[in-house]
């Protein structure tokens, strides 16, 4: 069974950094693109960025100039550098993938969501 395992939130003041790395786990044959989303109280989840296998990167206007979205293919990881935090940026963070376990055989997997909290 493939899985998406996150780490690397917590508590930050603002203007501060944190890095999220998202792991994933299992029988792989293939990912594709790999995402970082993330869902505040009473709000939509939204897409923050986003990576390629090839590298291609794609940013929220809201997150530009300070997130950086990066993966290594080898380890199957996916890292989302988080800099110059806002209380603005206070979420549950999620990564997902679309992984192919086979080759004609390709799952929209998500993690469980690690909390980011940026305090003022």
């Known amino acids: 069974q493939v899985q998406l395992v996150e780490s690397g939130g917590g508590l930050v003041q603002a203007g501060g950094s944190l890095r999220l790395s998202c792991v994933a786990t299992?029988?792989?044959?293939?990912?594709?693109?790999m995402n970082w989303y993330r869902q505040a109280p009473g709000k939509q989840r939204e897409l923050v960025a986003a990576?390629?296998?090839?590298?291609?990167?794609n940013y929220a206007n809201s997150v530009k100039g300070r997130f950086t979205i990066s993966r290594d293919n080898a380890k199957n990881t996916v890292y989302l550098q988080m800099n110059s935090l806002k209380p603005g940026d206070t979420a549950v963070y999620y990564c997902?993938?679309?992984?192919?376990?086979?080759?004609?055989?390709?799952?929209?997997?998500w993690g469980q969501g690690t909390q980011v909290t940026v305090s003022s």
């Open positions: 299992g029988r792989i044959f293939n990912i594709n693109v």
């Open positions: 997902n993938a679309t992984i192919a376990v086979a080759p004609q055989d390709l799952q929209n997997l």
């Open positions: 990576i390629t296998s090839g590298g291609s990167t």
